[in-house]
């Protein structure tokens, strides 16, 4: 199958489980079928998630969930089954949530953690299933957080953390794993952030710079990590800025910026970048403008005003873009 192509994905996935449906409508009795066709349902709705079509991917992410329940009644000793179970849940639940429907994706998230649980009980020692109940615990808190529900989203999201740290301390060199314990870091700061516990969201926020400098020091080509880092940067000058902390503040989103400035010269066409590159320079203009200092200000209001102006002619319907080029004028204006 040819990388990048989901209608070609499509055809060939549907062909395949055209195929399957047949084979199992013959012998209904065949669990390998049967769990094959389970596959199929699981992939076409990957390509219409990425697609964007969500009822589409609801749809057979559903079909993929009622095959393996019924195959766990049949054997609910098969660990593996219980495991696919799981995914469907998770998947569904992940609709639900980009749907906007919270309760639907909370209860699906609940029932994988419930399954994880299950099975991390059984095989302790599985970092496979560890780590997947540590997603169950991110994806949940996602929900509480997205609903208010600050301490229930932080419960979550410091069992998320807890598993992470027995797992890199398990296998300190796997990255993947260590990337993961910083994502845990930075999602326990904003819920601490949120809650107005300026140390604790920094205490966090730091945790999860001191992780991407180590990752970003063993690969620097990663971009994706670059990003992570920068993130750290800006994440520890806001808490900064509301401490009223503004040379630390001006001195993180120095870093943020210099960052981003690396990878916009990587890739100028990558817009999500050239907006990050605003931002950071619209909170040093901001700080050198509290910080009595007018020129330096203006002049990085500028260039962030200019590069949002760029963007918003790209993607002129993104609302996000359009309101941070109106945060910059207002800044500029204030320095008239």
Not at 65 to 81: S, V
Request: glycine share 8%.
């Amino acid at each position: 199958m040819a990388q990048g192509n989901p209608p070609g994905a499509l055809r060939e996935f549907e062909a395949g489980k055209q195929i399957l449906e047949r084979l199992t409508e013959l012998d209904p009795a065949n669990t390998r079928w049967q769990r094959d066709l389970s596959v199929s349902h699981n992939k076409i709705g990957g390509v219409y998630q990425a697609r964007g079509n969500l009822p589409g991917a609801l749809r057979e992410f559903t079909a993929l969930k009622q095959i393996m329940q019924r195959l766990t009644e049949l054997d609910p000793a098969n660990l593996g089954w219980q495991r696919d179970l799981s995914v469907s849940h998770n998947k569904i639940g992940g609709v639900y949530q980009a749907q906007g429907n919270l309760p639907g994706a909370l209860r699906e998230f609940e029932t994988y953690k419930q399954i994880m649980r299950r099975l991390t009980d059984l095989d302790p020692a599985n970092t496979d299933w560890q780590r997947e109940l540590s997603v169950s615990h991110n994806r949940i808190g996602d929900v509480y957080q997205a609903q208010g529900n600050l301490p229930t989203a932080l419960r979550e999201f410091e069992a998320y953390k807890q598993i992470m740290q027995r797992m890199t301390e398990l296998d300190p060199a796997n990255t993947g794993w260590q990337r993961d314990l910083s994502v845990s870091h930075n999602c326990v700061g904003d819920v601490y952030r949120a809650q107005g516990n300026l140390p604790g969201a920094l205490r966090e926020f730091e945790a999860l710079k001191q992780i991407m400098q180590r990752l970003t020091q063993l690969d620097p080509a990663n971009t994706g990590w670059q990003c992570d880092l920068s993130v750290s940067h800006n994440k520890i000058g806001g808490v900064y800025q509301a401490q009223g902390n503004l040379p630390g503040a001006l001195r993180e989103f120095e870093a943020y910026k210099q960052i981003m400035q690396r990878l916009t010269e990587l890739d100028p066409a990558n817009t999500d970048w050239q907006r990050d590159l605003a931002v950071s320079l619209a909170w040093i203009g901001s700080i050198q403008r509290r910080s009595k200092q007018p020129a330096e200000a203006r002049a990085a209001l500028i260039q962030a005003r200019d590069l949002l102006k760029d963007i918003v002619q790209i993607a002129p319907d993104h609302t996000a873009w359009r309101s941070e080029l109106v945060a910059v004028e207002s800044e500029l204006l204030k320095l008239k």
